[in-house]
């Protein structure tokens, strides 16, 4: 969308030619700011920005503070909705698909022979490689350089990964308190895991 410059027809006096200016220099500020998010929106995301229309209405949103209609606090509103459909509809779905896969996983390896831990454990693993693998499918599809396997973003996407895939065991896990043991200490290794990762992937060699 080409955006109109933000000039009134006549500037009057000293005040007029100030309005004038912060208009443009805060126009500006909220361009940049909306291809900064449009820049993240990837396959999964898109999808969403489609449904809800956000996209279009935000450019609208811009394109009437450019002609002097509404404020600019107005706009910034609309944009950070735009933000948090964004999120939402890129981690609410992996998530969903996550929990509901370590479900059928779980399902099918509860047998006598597999032990509470070994289901915790594979729980945790389904939900991390499933939320990891459709994470990383979605910022595939932005305009971000690298941006697909971001080690930082992975890490996180494990550990939120790792819950959503225990959720559906939490039910029947919390029933005894050593089951809740084990649910604490599962949880705190993935941190561990995911804060090693992190370490790893900000070390750099130093030249000999």
């Not at 450019?59 to 910034?76: C, L, P, R």
């Not at 454990?121 to 971000?144: E, H, M, P, Q």
Request: net charge positive; hydrophobic share 40%.
């Amino acid at each position: 969308m080409k955006y109109l410059v933000p000039v009134l027809p006549k500037i009057a006096s000293v005040s007029d030619y100030y309005a004038v200016k912060s208009l443009v220099i805060q126009n500006k500020k909220l361009r940049n700011m909306f291809e900064q998010m449009t820049n993240n929106d990837g396959f999964i995301s898109s999808l969403g920005n489609k449904l809800t229309g956000g996209k279009g209405k935000c450019e609208q949103a811009i394109q009437n503070h450019a002609e002097g209609k509404i404020d600019f606090k107005k706009v910034m509103e609309k944009l950070k909705t735009y933000k948090t459909l964004q999120n939402i509809s890129v981690n609410m779905p992996s998530s969903m698909v996550a929990a509901s896969a370590a479900a059928n996983v779980c399902s099918a390896a509860s047998t006598d022979a597999v032990s509470t831990s070994g289901i915790l454990a594979v729980s945790a693993l389904t939900g991390a490689f499933i939320k990891i693998a459709l994470k990383c499918l979605d910022r595939a599809g932005n305009k971000i350089k690298g941006d697909a396997f971001n080690k930082n973003k992975m890490a996180e996407d494990m550990i939120s990964g790792s819950f959503v895939g225990l959720m559906p065991q939490a039910k029947l896990l919390a029933q005894t308190p050593e089951l809740l043991a084990e649910i604490t200490a599962t949880g705190i290794t993935i941190k561990k895991t995911a804060q090693e990762i992190l370490k790893l992937s900000a070390f750099k060699p130093k030249k000999i």
